[in-house]
C-alpha cells in the first residue's frame, strides 16, 4: 500500500487567489514529482525534485511553483490562480532511480478555478 | 526519449485473458519498459517493468521480444477491476517517466 498522500482531493476557487496543494509520502523518498492531467488525456510531468532543496522543471511549462524543505514533503504552489490553471494534478515519489523503481503515485488533486 | 505506441482502446470479456501491445521501435540497449495502469479517477499504478527476460508478478506478466523492439502485458483473468488505460512506457535513466496515451481497457461482463 502506497504511503503518499495528496490534499485537498478537490478544490473549486476563484480567479486571482493563491492555492498550495500538498503532497507528503512516509517511504522516505528521495525522489518526487508532479503531473498535471486534464481529464482524459496524457499525464504531463510539470515538476520533479531529487531531494531536499533540489527542484527542476519538468517537459510541460507550468506557471506554479514548488519546493523541497523536507524530504516528505512537495508541496505546489500557484500563486494567482486562473481558469487555464483548472486540471487535475498527481503527485508521484520513488525510491531508487526509475529505471528499476517504482512511482507511487497519490490519489490526485482536482483543482477548478472559476 | 524513445516513443512507445499502444492500441487507443481494447476490449475484454470478463474471466478471460488479454494481450495488450506496445511498440517501442527505437528502444535503446539500456530502456527498460515500464508499464502503469490509471483506473478511474485514480493516479497510476505501478504493474511491472522489465529490461530483456519476460517477467512475472501477482498482477501481471511481461512478454519481451527478442529484439526488444516490442512488448506485451498480459492480464490472466480479468475482472471488471481492470478496466482501466494501461501505458507502456520507456526509460532509459532520466528518472522522469513520461507517459503517452496509453491504451484504454474495456472488460464486458
Known amino acids: 500500500e502506497a504511503d503518499i498522500y495528496q490534499t485537498p482531493r478537490y478544490l473549486v476557487i476563484g480567479t486571482g487567489k493563491k492555492i498550495t496543494l500538498e503532497c507528503s509520502q512516509t517511504m522516505g523518498h528521495d525522489k518526487m514529482y508532479w503531473y498535471q492531467q486534464d481529464p482524459g488525456m496524457e499525464l504531463h510531468l510539470i515538476h520533479y525534485?531529487?531531494?531536499?532543496?533540489?527542484?527542476e522543471k519538468g517537459d510541460l511549462s507550468s506557471e506554479s511553483t514548488v519546493s523541497r524543505i523536507r524530504t516528505e514533503h512537495f508541496p505546489l504552489t500557484l500563486e494567482s490562480a486562473r481558469p487555464s490553471h483548472t486540471s487535475q494534478y498527481l503527485c508521484?515519489?520513488?525510491?531508487?532511480?526509475?529505471?528499476?523503481?517504482?512511482?507511487?503515485f497519490g490519489e490526485g488533486s482536482r483543482l477548478t478555478v472559476l | 526519449d524513445a516513443k512507445t505506441t499502444q492500441p487507443n482502446s481494447m476490449e475484454s470479456n470478463e474471466e478471460e485473458p488479454v494481450h495488450l501491445p506496445c511498440n517501442h521501435s527505437?528502444?535503446?540497449?539500456?530502456?527498460?519498459i515500464h508499464w502503469y495502469r490509471q483506473l478511474p479517477s485514480q493516479g497510476p499504478e505501478y504493474v511491472i517493468h522489465?529490461?530483456?527476460s519476460n517477467v512475472n508478478n501477482r498482477m501481471a506478466s511481461l512478454a519481451i521480444a527478442e529484439d526488444r523492439k516490442s512488448s506485451t502485458l498480459i492480464l490472466h483473468r480479468t475482472t471488471l477491476r481492470d478496466a482501466a488505460v494501461y501505458y507502456c512506457?520507456?526509460?532509459?535513466?532520466?528518472?522522469?517517466?513520461?507517459f503517452g496515451t496509453g491504451t484504454r481497457l474495456t472488460i464486458i461482463p
Open positions: 527505437t528502444i535503446s540497449g539500456t530502456d527498460y
Open positions: 508521484a515519489s520513488s525510491e531508487l532511480g526509475t529505471n528499476t523503481g517504482e512511482l507511487f
Open positions: 525534485s531529487y531531494g531536499v532543496n533540489s527542484t
Open positions: 512506457i520507456l526509460n532509459f535513466g532520466n528518472e522522469k517517466l513520461t
Open positions: 522489465g529490461l530483456t
